[in-house]
Structure formats: C-alpha cells, structure tokens
C-alpha cells in the first residue's frame, strides 16, 4: 500500500491523475469473506494494471515531447516493437522505472539515517531527475581537430542543437540535480554543498575504475520513421593498450556507463542495451535523415581523439547552453573538479545563431503537431525501423 501510494502522489505530481481521483477498487458482492477477497483482488490488479498502463502511456509521450530529444534512440526503440505486449510492457517499464526513482528519493535518507551501511554504496541524497543535467562523454578541448571537424559536419546538416550542445555522446541523461530535503538538517544553503561533495565522491568511484581511451569516428546511422529522424556518429572507443582483464572486455563508453549507473542507480534510464551515438542533427523524418547521412559519409575522413577526462553538464533553462559543471578525471587517483557556476567549452558559440534558433523552433513544432497526432491516435499504426547500430566489440 505504501508503493500505491508513492505511485498515486507521482501520478498526480505529473498531472496524469486529480488528486480526488481513487485508485481503490470497491468491494463486490460475494458469497463469502473469502470471495470477497479474491473477487477484490482481481478487480484491484486490472483497476492498478490499466492505471499503469495510463500512466505509462502519459509518461511516453512526456519523453517524446522532451526538448532535447537525446533519449529518443530508446523512445523510437518502444515504439518500433511490433507486438502490442511487448509495447505495453516497454512502457510499464518506463513507469516503474520513475516511481522505484521517487521511493529511492524518500526512502533512503531515512536508512542512511538508521545506519544501514549498504546504502552509502551509491548516491543516496534527496534529489531529482533533470534533463538540464548530463554525464557524458566530450572531447576534450585539446582536441581541436575533432571539435572543428564534428561542428563542421552539424553546421552542414543544421543541427537545431547546435548552440545548446557541445559534440558529445551522453552516459547518464538525464541526471540529478540538486533538492532540498526539509526531514533533514541545514538551510537549502546548507545542504547543497554536501549534495555537490557527494555526487563528486560517487562520480570519482566510478572514474577510477575506467582508464583513459581513445575514440574514433568513422561511421554513421540514423534512427525514427515519418514523423521524425536522427543522424548520428558512432563513437567507437577501445583502450590505448590492450586490457587482459575480463572487466575490460566492453568498450570503455559501455564500462562507463555501467559503472555511472552503479553509482547512481536511480538513472537507469538507458534501454536494455547502451549504444553510444553521438547526435549530428534533426531531421523531420529518417527518409531525410539518411539522405544526409549518404552526403556526409561521402566526404567524412575518419577523426580520432584521446578521452583523459568525461563531464557533468549542466544547463540553465530551456534555451540555456550545456557548461561544463564538473570535470570528471578517468583513472586510479582521479579526483573530481566542480565548476560552480559552471564554464563553458572553449569553441561553443558564445550566442545562438539566428538558422540555429530557426531550425530548433522548426523541431520544437514538429513534435508539437507529432504529439497531437499521437493523442489523437492518427499514427498509432505508424511503426519507427531503426537501423541496425554498429557491432560492440566482444
């Protein structure tokens, strides 16, 4: 009944429900006490079942709406399932994913508070998820060719991001941003620079158990269907030196972001399998997508660059750009800088070009119209074929 409840006040905090609304399933008649309970039980889960369900969907289209579109690779994965179980099961999924978010938030600070010592293994403070938050992986500004020739190629393909993002491929997105805990000590003065000291300790432990790598960009793909398209790169990372430790096996982007999510658990908000990509631009549907994927592998010569460090990003509002909100060093010994306020890249642009605001207005209101026409039901039947993402080394 607690977990109900938690789920019943995250419903009516997204505004998927009215706080007057009941979730509880009356009684039927029966013959005995026993019936009762059993009759209840089962009009109680399709009554909890189909509220998920609603829930679910809701929660679907806020992801799909989102501004930034960096979760769509997954969001597109739901809904290029193709059978119907598999969908509704994908977005109960995503739910449960949000409400087991909340109950961590509410509940852990009162078991670190009883002494339980398995809970400070992971970040553990009252937070929330933020998509003005990222981890992830950007090449260094050191690394002036790859930073010319990757802005080079979005500017080509008019990517609508172009002034919020730097090149990057996310880890964890979105992440935690700071919440003031009023059942704890201290002001919300007082307590946000132990929240930034903790998620710098967690961030350091999953750092140190990666080495610095190298990536190399050499090949493409797209992902959506008639509504929407993506082209992206694919940042193929391996270690400078061959690793004969089974726990190096994975490339280090993919060891990256298990150990992040083993730090911060409540971010799992990755599909089954993480495939880093690193967004080149929008398109409004993968038709064109892939046209401009053909011209750009055309002309594109493979670029490389060593990754010493990842960043946490942090934005202000919606047209606010990513800056860098800490340093994250990779290897044993690494510790964490944070930049408060954040700083941004040295090559970002320092203001928002005026094609640059016209094709982000022009993507912001093709997912307005895609949003209608998915309440409305006008594409239901629309399936979004990914292509397939390049092999991960074994």
């Known amino acids: 009944m607690d977990g109900r409840d938690v789920a019943r006040q995250l419903k009516m905090e997204l505004g998927i429900m009215s706080d007057n609304e009941d979730d509880v399933v009356k009684p039927v008649e029966a013959e005995s006490k026993e019936e009762i309970e059993e009759d209840n039980k089962f009009a109680s889960s399709d009554k909890i079942l189909e509220s998920g369900r609603a829930a679910a969907r809701e929660l679907l289209k806020d992801m799909l709406a989102e501004d930034d579109s960096e979760n769509d690779k997954g969001v597109n994965e739901i809904i290029a399932m193709e059978n119907e179980d598999e969908i509704e099961i994908a977005k ?13 938030t509410r509940l852990e600070p009162s078991i670190l508070a009883s002494g339980n010592q398995s809970a400070k293994d992971h970040f553990s403070l009252t937070s929330r998820k933020s998509h003005s938050m990222t981890i992830c992986l950007v090449p260094p500004p050191s690394a002036t060719t790859a930073w010319e020739q990757l802005s080079a190629a979005r500017k080509k393909c008019k990517d609508p991001g172009f002034y919020r993002w730097p090149p990057h491929a996310n880890l964890v997105y979105p992440f935690l941003e700071f919440k003031y805990n009023a059942d704890m000590e201290g002001s919300k003065d007082g307590q946000r620079p132990n929240f930034l000291n903790e998620i710098a300790i967690h961030l350091s432990k999953a750092a140190a158990d990666c080495d610095p790598f190298d990536v190399t ?22 270690y400078s030196q061959a690793c004969n430790d089974d726990d190096d096996r994975d490339e280090p982007l993919i060891k990256l972001n298990s150990l992040l999510e083993q730090q911060f658990p409540m971010c799992k908000d990755q599909r089954k399998t993480f495939h880093p990509h690193m967004t080149v631009s929008h398109y409004a549907n993968n038709e064109d997508a892939a046209a401009a994927q053909k011209e750009l592998e055309s002309k594109w010569e493979p670029l490389s660059f060593h990754v010493p460090e990842i960043y946490l990003l ?3 509002g919606d047209d606010g750009q990513f800056k860098i909100a800490a340093t994250i060093p990779l290897g044993v010994g690494s510790e964490v800088k944070m930049h408060d306020p954040p700083v941004s890249f040295p090559a970002m642009p320092e203001a928002e070009e005026e094609w640059v605001y016209v094709e982000r207005m022009a993507m912001k209101n093709r997912r307005k119209e895609g949003n209608k026409r998915r309440r409305s039901g006008g594409v239901s039947k629309d399936r979004v074929v990914m292509e397939k993402l390049p092999e991960e080394k074994s």
């Not at 109960?92 to 961590?104: G, K, R």
């Not at 960009?217 to 391996?238: H, I, N």
Request: charged share 20%; net charge neutral.
């Open 217 to 238: 960009v050499d090949s493409f793909g797209t992902f959506g269907g008639k509504s929407r398209g993506v082209l992206w790169a694919y940042p193929k990372s391996e």
């Open 314 to 316: 942090e934005r202000q």
């Open 92 to 104: 109960l999924l995503a739910l449960a994913s949000s409400v087991n978010a909340e109950l961590q």
